[in-house]
């Protein structure tokens, strides 16, 4: 192989690549099918979010979380409202229906953001059915989403001390349907893709992670519980009731893309365990506390992250008493996540780093705000 | 999310073994300690390694734009004692104003210090690869700053 004269070259890796969710551009240096250098370039979604935020109200700010992660916009509301919440001292205040309709919203769009992950990797290695089958129960809990909030993809549905409205008829009898066909879909899942030979010939050993690497460079989430770091905010910090149910948090060693892939199918198994709890416990009741119509929070600032479907999310708040936040920073997984691919693609084929890269999971309206 | 450290303990182990000039840094989230930039560095590295603190994860790195000064704000996190710290680092308005880079103690300060640079206009030293990361090369100006007005408004 030696003998073979190459030429380093560099070859641009987007800006509308589709494993990205996004406009993501790598330009990796080549040496023959090799890459021996990755250089990230974001920043082509930036809203200025952040900047926004200090000339909107708190409960105007709402919405703007839901266009971040746009496949998961539901846990981005989440993160937020209960950054204010802790902010104003209300956090016990949210009614017990409420509660138990945040974890299963959240739950749904975990499910949902991972069938995306599932499908669009899937994708990446030129596996279409696969992509149907993820979109197919996705689209189940769009429908949910839609019963509930009354928008597919932008719910702007939480509120401070609850939610925007109570669930309508139709939503439990639905909810109910998905669950009974979830098991039997992940089968099918599982059967399609996980089992298959290239699959597994193209994900094992490919990109591991340490887990000091993981540590260093700040991953969370499924990608760091791939590595061995076993931490998850729900079980090991629980945030609003999460200390009520019973799941297991799923984690890998080697923190190669497959088990990046493995952690988080097992995580929506795990996800509709939450949700059959959640199904059969959640109590009649108001969902939404007495708070103040306009929210003054008192001075001072707050950091509260939860357990986003990509990672820990999390809020600093600076309050300067007024109706607006004074700061407002978004620490977002996928910004973190994304930084460890410079590093992770050196060294892979270009076909590998396609789908290292998936398996990270990043959405990039998120990195860039 | 609330285990803290007993932070006057803390200060004071950070002050006798390294003469840190730490000081409890008094705000609402109960959490926080200030460090002069000059020993930034030092402190950072020591609350890593330090076995009893051994904070091993940058969770944020925040800035904030206050009418007397800028702020830049650590949140750590040690996953093994599960406990909380915010650093702060106060800097006068000058003009440029800087902190040292603490990349060299968690690589994932890398990203957090190039938006900071890009969106608020600080700069860390000894910063790997300083450039702007959200934001055009050739874009005027840092739009988190106060100074910076809104075109639409």
Redesign the interface.
Known sequence: MNDIRTQEMNLNFGPQHPSTHGVYRGVFTMQGEYITKCVNHIGYLHRGIEKLAESRTYTQFIPYNGRLDYVSGILNEEAYVRAVEKLMGISDQVPERAEYIRVMMAELQRIASHLVFYSSMALDMAGFTPWTYGFRERDTILDLFEMATGSRMMPNYMRFGGVAADLNEEFMPALRKLLDIMPKCMEEYHGILTGNEIFQARTKGVAPLSREKALIYGISGPSARASGIDYDLRRDEPYGIYDRFKFNVPVRQTGDTFDRYIVRMEEMAESVKILEQAYREIPEGPVLAKVPKIIKPPAGEVYHRIEHSKGHLGFHIVSDGTAKPYRLRICSPCFVNVAIFEEMAVGLHLQDAVVAFASLDIVLGEIDR | ?D?KIDRQALVAFLNEKMDAQAEVFE???EASIKVPRLKLVETMQKLRENPQYKF?????L????YPENFTV?Y?LFS?EH?HYL?VKVEISKENPCWVPSVSSV???A???ER?VFD?MGILFNDHPDLR?????EDFAGH??RKD?T?QA?
């Open positions: 999310m285990k705000d609402n989230t091993d994860v940058l969770m944020n925040s800035s904030v734009d704000i949140h996953i599960k915010t968690w690589k994932a890398q990203v957090h938006e969106l702007r990361i959200l934001l055009p739009p988190l910076f809104q408004d």
